[in-house]
């Protein structure tokens, strides 16, 4: 579960990170109430679980109370990226001598937390990494044995951080990776670190945060959020996650049933070679009648639909069971697009007697590109 960027800077202010002065506005007045505690200027930032916004036009700078008040009017009015604002971060303006990177994440061929630094903050951080690999400097963590000051001071005298600021850094990179390890991120990142020219000698803010908790953690971390399913904006995944499925959104016409992630990749990748998905949904360890039924209703609410293709196993799940759902859902809703049904495992023969009944297209062979083949005789391409 990704945090908005004000979430992410409660847990920093928690920590012992210096964070803004800020707040959280839902409306223009709100942003104004704020403002005005604050001091002009402010920074204006729409909160939206995105990455890029400035780029998107999502931060803007303000010195008076008008330019707030049109700024807040175009950003709440506005999406980011597709996501709609319905939140504004409104903070005090930093004034920035120079801009540190320091993120933690979990290395996907050790399992380890490895801490990144850099000079290089902002949101160019990738894009450094990627054509100036030197100036990113990373450290592998024991997560038996944890970090500690004298290893940050380490870290970051190699990128080069002078003597008067190195302990002030280095205490905030430890802070963080404490943080990072009590809420069991998968990343948690300050980009940027400020060094304030009015405190040069001391004067560091966390200007921006993005943290993201493992989701299996949710039960054991506890934070005053917002459910997540609150967060999710799409109303179909918001969906699929109602009715306990996993679900994303595409930007094709070929709806998509599998009984399983690896399953459901390797199907959306066989028929996006030739046809376009409009979503991916595996239906995770339970198939039932009226869980197949949920996800045929699922599936159907994206417009313009040309075909669905169901592809599922049956090792203990009784397909036969899903089977049903589908049918009674195809004939309650007068279902005319194609449906083309791979089933094998658990009372497969029962299985395809059920969806032929149906009027299901049934492929009874293991390969899902026989299948898949089968699905664009009936539709063609487009």
Same mark, same amino acid.
Request: net charge negative.
């Given at each position: 579960?990704?945090?908005?960027?004000?979430?992410?800077?409660?847990?920093?202010?928690?920590?012992g990170?210096p =964070?803004?002065?800020?707040g959280v506005a839902g409306n223009?007045?709100d942003a $104004?109430?704020? %403002?005005g505690?604050? #001091?002009? &200027? /402010?920074?204006?930032?729409a909160?939206?679980?995105?990455?890029g916004r400035?780029?998107a036009?999502?931060i803007?700078? =303000?010195?008076?109370?008008?330019?707030l008040?049109d700024?807040?009017?175009? $950003?709440?009015s %506005?999406e980011?990226? #597709?996501? &709609? /604002?319905?939140?504004?971060?409104?903070?005090?303006?930093?004034?920035?001598?120079s801009?540190?990177?320091?993120?933690i994440?979990i290395?996907g061929?050790?399992?380890?937390p490895v801490?990144?630094?850099?000079?290089?903050g902002?949101?160019?951080?990738?894009e450094?990494a990627?054509?100036?690999?030197?100036k990113?400097?990373s450290?592998?963590?024991?997560p038996a044995?944890?970090?500690?000051?004298?290893?940050?001071r380490?870290?970051l005298?190699?990128?080069g951080?002078?003597?008067?600021?190195?302990a002030?850094c280095?205490?905030v990179?430890?802070?963080?990776y404490r943080?990072f390890v009590?809420y069991?991120a998968?990343?948690?990142?300050?980009?940027?670190?400020?060094?304030?020219?009015?405190?040069?000698q001391?004067?560091?803010?966390?200007?921006?945060?993005?943290?993201?908790i493992?989701n299996?953690?949710?039960?054991?971390?506890?934070?005053?959020?917002?459910?997540?399913?609150?967060?999710i904006e799409n109303?179909?995944?918001r969906?699929?996650?109602?009715?306990?499925v996993?679900?994303v959104?595409?930007?094709?016409?070929i709806?998509?049933?599998?009984s399983?992630?690896?399953?459901?990749m390797?199907?959306?990748?066989?028929?996006?070679?030739?046809?376009r998905?409009?979503n991916?949904?595996?239906?995770?360890g339970?198939?039932?009648?009226?869980?197949?039924?949920?996800?045929?209703e699922l599936?159907?609410?994206?417009?313009?639909?040309?075909?669905?293709?169901?592809?599922?196993?049956g090792?203990?799940?009784?397909?036969?069971?899903g089977a049903?759902?589908?049918?009674r859902?195809?004939?309650?809703?007068?279902v005319?697009?194609?449906?083309v049904?791979?089933?094998l495992g658990?009372?497969q023969?029962e299985t395809?007697e059920?969806?032929?009944?149906g009027?299901?297209?049934v492929?009874t062979?293991?390969p899902?590109?026989?299948?898949?083949?089968?699905?664009?005789?009936?539709v063609?391409?487009?």
């Amino acid at each position: 579960m990704r945090l908005h960027e004000h979430e992410g800077l409660d847990i920093f202010e928690s920590a012992g990170i210096p =964070v803004p002065r800020r707040g959280v506005a839902g409306n223009t007045d709100d942003a $104004l109430i704020i %403002a005005g505690e604050i #001091g002009y &200027p /402010v920074v204006l930032k729409a909160q939206v679980l995105v990455g890029g916004r400035g780029l998107a036009g999502g931060i803007q700078t =303000v010195t008076t109370p008008e330019e707030l008040e049109d700024a807040a009017g175009k $950003l709440f009015s %506005a999406e980011i990226k #597709g996501l &709609p /604002v319905r939140k504004l971060l409104v903070c005090e303006k930093a004034d920035i001598h120079s801009e540190l990177y320091m993120g933690i994440t979990i290395d996907g061929f050790t399992g380890r937390p490895v801490i990144v630094v850099s000079k290089e903050g902002g949101v160019h951080i990738e894009e450094t990494a990627r054509i100036a690999p030197d100036k990113v400097i990373s450290f592998y963590c024991d997560p038996a044995f944890g970090f500690y000051p004298y290893q940050a001071r380490m870290l970051l005298r190699r990128l080069g951080i002078v003597e008067r600021l190195l302990a002030i850094c280095a205490d905030v990179l430890v802070r963080l990776y404490r943080a990072f390890v009590q809420y069991e991120a998968l990343i948690a990142e300050i980009n940027p670190l400020v060094i304030l020219k009015t405190g040069y000698q001391g004067g560091l803010l966390a200007i921006d945060s993005v943290i993201e908790i493992d989701n299996s953690a949710l039960n054991r971390v506890k934070l005053p959020l917002p459910e997540m399913i609150e967060r999710i904006e799409n109303p179909l995944e918001r969906k699929g996650r109602e009715i306990g499925v996993t679900y994303v959104d595409l930007g094709g016409d070929i709806g998509i049933i599998s009984s399983g992630a690896g399953l459901g990749m390797a199907t959306m990748d066989i028929i996006g070679e030739r046809l376009r998905p409009a979503n991916f949904l595996e239906t995770g360890g339970g198939i039932t009648e009226e869980l197949l039924y949920k996800c045929m209703e699922l599936v159907m609410m994206k417009i313009d639909l040309r075909a669905i293709f169901i592809n599922v196993y049956g090792g203990i799940n009784p397909i036969h069971e899903g089977a049903r759902g589908v049918v009674r859902y195809i004939k309650e809703h007068n279902v005319t697009i194609p449906i083309v049904a791979k089933a094998l495992g658990n009372h497969q023969e029962e299985t395809w007697e059920i969806l032929r009944a149906g009027g299901v297209h049934v492929v009874t062979e293991a390969p899902t590109e026989i299948a898949v083949a089968r699905l664009f005789e009936l539709v063609g391409a487009r």
